[in-house]
Structure formats: C-alpha cells, structure tokens
C-alpha cells in the first residue's frame, strides 16, 4: 500500500463504477474530490479546521506527531481526512466507521492541553488522532456524528450494507458461491452411510445450518436426544469426508456431562456408529479443542467431556487453545508491540511476551494432528470446544485446508468460508462487535482473524499451494470489519435467512470475483500440489504477518507494491501461457503432417524430431 493513502480502502470505487464526484471547499480555497460508493453519502458538518496527528510524520521524534492540515468529513460508510496539501504524507486517511472499535475526546474547553480532539481506536491495529479547533468548538459536530454512525446498531440505524448499491443483484454472484447440497454432492454424501437431514426451519438446532449430513442409521428421535444431550443442541455434524477412505471430520458441542455424570445412550451410540462406518480403524479420535483444565472445570456448568469410561472406542486429546478471553488479552498486546511505535531493540522479546505466536502455532499445530489422522492413520475425528462455534470452526477448516486442494483455490477458499464459519454459526457480530459501542463487551474475540493468520502461514511455507495471495486475506479482514458487504453480518444462518441479506446486501465474493486477478497468486501451481499439506508447525517457522498487523507504519512497507509485483507477474504468466499453447498447437499440425513423430510407448513426455 502506498503510504502517501492510508486507509481500508484507497479506491472504494471499482474502475467504471458509477461513483458521485462530491466537491468540497477547503478554508484555503483548495477544492477536493472524494468518489463515493453508490450508496454512500456525506453526513455534514464537514470540518474544514483539522490536523491530523500522524505518528509517523517525524521519524526523528515518534512521540510528537506532527499535524497535518486538512478537512475531516463523515460518511454513512467512512471517516475521511484530505491533506489540504497533496505532498503531505499521508495524502488521505480513512477508515469505515464499523471498524471503529471506540471513540474518545481528548483535552476539554476548560483546559489548555497541547491536544484538543478526538482519538478514534480502531479494530484494523491502528488508532487515528484529530485536532480540532478549541475555540469554536468543531469537534462537537464530528463528534456526535461519528457517536451515532460508527455505532449503527446501538443506534437503530442502518449498517452500510443494507445501503450498498455498488454491485447490481444481477451482478451479485457471491451469494451463489456456496450451496451446501451441491458441497455435500462433492464428497459424496448422501451415500450408503451417509444422509442428509434437514433442519431447514431450524427446528433441531437454532445455530445450526438448514441441512446437515448424519449417519444413515440414526433416526429423528436418537438425533433430538442428541440434542438435548449436546450444548447448544449441536449435535455432531459431517464436515469432511476422505475421498478415498471412510474417515470423517465431524464437528460438535461439548457433552452436557455435569458434576454427576450424566450419560445418554442415543449420544454413546452416535459415536458408536461412526466407528462402524468406518472399516480402517476401530475407534474414534475426539478432539477437545480446550485445555483439560478448562474442559474440566465446565462440569460445574453443566458441560464437560466424553469420557472412556462412557464411550467405547474413543481416543480423546485435548489441544490446549486457549478461550476468547486470553486471545482477545494477546491481540491487545500486540497492538501494543506494533503501533504506533516499535522498539527495535526489544521487538523479539516484546513479541514474545504477547504470546500471539504461541497460539497461532498451537491452533495450527492441532490441525495438523487432525489432517495426519484422517490422512496417515485413516481414522475419523470428532472436534469440539464448548459450544463448537470457535476453537472448532478454526480446527475444522484449517485441516480441510490441509487435507483438500479444491479449498485452496479462490473459491474453494470462499466455500469453506461460507460453510465452516458462518452456516455453522460462529459468531461473527458478537466477536467483531459490528455496530456495537459496548466495546468492552467480553464476547469479542480475534478468533477469526486467527484462523486467516494461520492461512496466512500457511501460504509462506508452501507459496505454489494456495490460489490467492496475501491481498486476498487482507480484503477479507478489512470487510469483516467493514459492514461494507453482508458476508459477514450476524451470528447464525437462521438470522441471515431472517434479514434477509442475500436481497438486502451485497456479497463480498461477488465484490473479489470482479477483479479476481488482484487477488491471484501468479505461483500457484494447481496440477503440482494436488496432495495434503504437511506444514511445519513450530515457533521456528512461524513468524508475524507484518502485512497486516504493521502495515500502517511506512517505514515497514515495501519500497514497491506488492500487488503491483503481483499484477507484473500474473501479466508474465499469461504470456508464457499463450507461447506454450502455440508451440503445443505447431506441434499437433506438425505431428499430424508427420513432420514429428511421437515415441510411442515412451515413459516421458519427451518428441523426437
């Protein structure tokens, strides 16, 4: 990213799109334009008077940020600042209301402090600084304005997705990019030990998708005993399935064992029957994603875990991933560490002392332990946390990701998206806070954002694996922020279908799918990794995603674009492409005429002329 625009969205409008020019006039005279995303609107005041307070402008002192002038204005969509001089760095800064985390004054009418402003935190790793007027008293209208469009939802307004017109309906594609029969059709389901039951009106599980994959076996009543028996009534569900062998992936809820014991005969034989269905291993290996400790200490709520005692032909482990609240304190950390100002000479150490790479390493270590299960051993694996929404979701997709090619491609990426993470109920709105001012809320956690890090990782061990690039996972966590788009909206599939957000919103698939080539990888070499990954899961390969969680300090940016090296290189490619394809068409013309004559029965691909 240019460090001179810094913001979600350096161009919110796509090339062609049919943006309003909006011009404003600057207490200088100067005019701005500002192309706004059909849909978005300025929400006045526009305060002409602002610096901003950039920690960056002087490197020689990063404690005393340097103002720059300009004009401050507020959208339905975004906070914007214009630099009334255009050689000012940065030039522009932006960031989506929704992705403000809080808001805060700073200095009051009565005092005489060197700042008299807001401060705005945001949820992207960064905090924005504005000085305003302290006589006039502009920061009063700004301010109101940002309290009561940042906080949509606390608000009773709108968030910008349900105002979003950029994409046509017709044009919006993303929503189709996931159908759960059709998901289901490719590993093979339904079959002879497999079914589908729907839960279309939600009736069995409220978080839960409106169609699940079960055993044959199992009828309606075993299942709704299940229910009861499982937290949340999530019962254990079909994810995955080995195309060659019978091994599963399966994910649940914790059982609701209690400090007395309780057992259920329909929930001990449901486990029984996936052992059954599969003729390579005979037992089951059951993942609890928690600390023993924790997973311990939930008998005192009512949950717990499946003991051997109870069930036959289990294996049970526990991975140690830590609960929302220790991820949310390590995020916090490493903000900290991050922006604005970093500590060369302690960096290694303060990194450390978040610990945000020791959970990265065990989440993607665990879903290693799952893949070389399924993958080595050929047994099935059950995985759950307490409700199965969280460390699950990470777990489940992660060893997919391991397991199956097709999800690293664009759109197999999008599908298990679609499929582990929200028909399967994790709580984006809560744990994002979309629209929401309580930002002390302790059910907002950086558990996604985990899951893309892990990815992320992923793609620097094995860069020809993974379809899409690193600007492709950035796009997607500034628009989990965002509320640009409804992808990311609500907590379960039942409130989207309520919402209605497929009619009400855009996708943000369809969004991706326009300029796809920005997010290609140019390396990707598909017909070369068609195979399970087997990453190194160790603090020796592990390393911080510096293209996110430092990518507003200029100083951390690459001297050329990475998208643009990108863009260079998908160009390169296509050409060798095309010069491929007319040598291998003046071959077949020449072999037809005989002018080459192939060697038939050759172990290699190699002519003879």
């Not at 928690?290 to 005692?309: D, H, I, L, V, W």
């Not at 922020?481 to 009400?504: H, I, M, Q, W």
Request: aromatic share 10%; with cysteine.
């Amino acid at each position: 990213m240019d460090p001179g625009s810094v913001g979600q969205d350096s161009s919110p409008a796509r090339p062609g799109s049919s943006g309003e020019r909006i011009s404003l006039l600057s207490d200088t005279g100067d005019d701005f334009g500002l192309e706004l995303i059909p849909g978005e609107s300025i929400k006045r005041p526009v305060d002409t008077g602002v610096s901003y307070l950039c920690p960056y402008s002087r490197p020689s002192r990063p404690m005393a940020p340097a103002g720059i002038k300009g004009t401050l204005l507020v959208t339905n969509y975004r906070l914007v600042f214009i630099a009334n001089n255009s050689n000012e760095l940065p030039e522009k800064v932006e960031v989506a209301l929704a992705a403000i985390h809080r808001l805060d004054k700073v200095g009051s009418q009565t005092t005489r402090r060197e700042i008299y402003g807001i401060e705005i935190f945001c949820k992207d790793m960064r905090n924005l600084r504005f000085s305003m007027n302290q006589e006039n008293r502009s920061r009063k209208g700004i301010y109101d304005k940002l309290q009561s469009h940042a906080f949509q939802m606390s608000n009773n307004l709108p968030l910008f997705a349900f105002e979003n017109k950029e994409i046509s309906k017709e044009a919006d594609v993303g929503w189709e990019v996931y159908n759960a029969e059709h998901e289901l059709a490719r590993l093979g389901v339904p079959n002879e030990n497999w079914k589908l039951y729907s839960n279309a009106s939600y009736q069995l599980c409220d978080t839960y998708p409106a169609l699940l994959a079960v055993p044959h076996k199992l009828g309606d009543d075993e299942l709704r005993r299940v229910a009861e028996f499982r937290s949340r009534a999530r019962i254990p569900v079909l994810s995955w399935k080995h195309p060659s062998t019978e091994a599963v992936i399966m994910r649940c809820a914790q059982p609701l064992v209690g400090l007395a014991g309780r057992r259920c005969k329909e929930d001990e034989n449901y486990i029984q029957e996936v052992v059954n269905l599969n003729a390579n291993a005979n037992k089951v290996y059951i993942l609890d994603a928690r600390p023993n400790m924790n997973a311990t200490a939930n008998k005192t709520k009512g949950g717990g875990f499946e003991e051997s005692s109870s069930y036959a032909n289990i294996e049970l482990y526990f991975f140690h991933i830590h609960n929302i609240h220790v991820m949310r304190e390590s995020l916090r950390k490493l903000k900290d560490v991050v922006f604005p100002v970093i500590d060369d000479s302690r960096w290694l150490s303060n990194i450390e002392s978040t610990q945000w790479l020791d959970h990265i390493k065990q989440i993607l270590s665990s879903a290693l332990r799952v893949a070389e299960r399924v993958e080595s051993l050929k047994e099935s694996v059950v995985i759950h946390c307490s409700d199965g929404w969280d460390r699950t979701a990470q777990l489940t997709s992660l060893s997919m990701l391991l397991l199956d090619p097709y999800y690293r491609t664009i759109k197999g990426f999008q599908v298990l998206v679609e499929k582990e993470w929200l028909s399967f109920g994790h709580k984006f709105s809560q744990r994002v806070g979309h629209g929401d001012r309580n930002y002390a809320d302790a059910d907002r956690s950086p558990v996604f954002l985990q899951f893309i890090d892990c990815v992320w990782q992923l793609t620097q061990q094995f860069p020809v694996a993974f379809q899409f690039n690193e600007h492709f996972l950035i796009t997607i966590m500034d628009h989990l922020y965002s509320c640009r788009f409804g992808t990311f909206l609500c907590n379960a599939e039942r409130e989207r279908v309520t919402e209605k957000l497929r009619e009400r919103s855009p996708s943000l698939w369809s969004y991706i799918l326009q300029s796809v080539d920005e997010y290609t990888n140019p390396l990707y070499a598909e017909y070369s990794v068609q195979c399970v990954l087997y990453p190194a899961a160790t603090l020796r390969r592990i390393k911080l995603w510096i293209g996110y969680y430092v990518r507003w300090n200029p100083s951390m940016h690459p001297q050329e674009s990475v998208l643009s090296q990108t863009i260079d290189l998908l160009k390169i490619r296509d050409q060798l492409k095309k010069q491929r394809d007319e040598l291998q068409r003046q071959f077949e013309h020449k072999e037809k005429l005989g002018i080459i004559k192939s060697r038939k029965g050759a172990t290699s691909t190699t002519t003879v002329i």
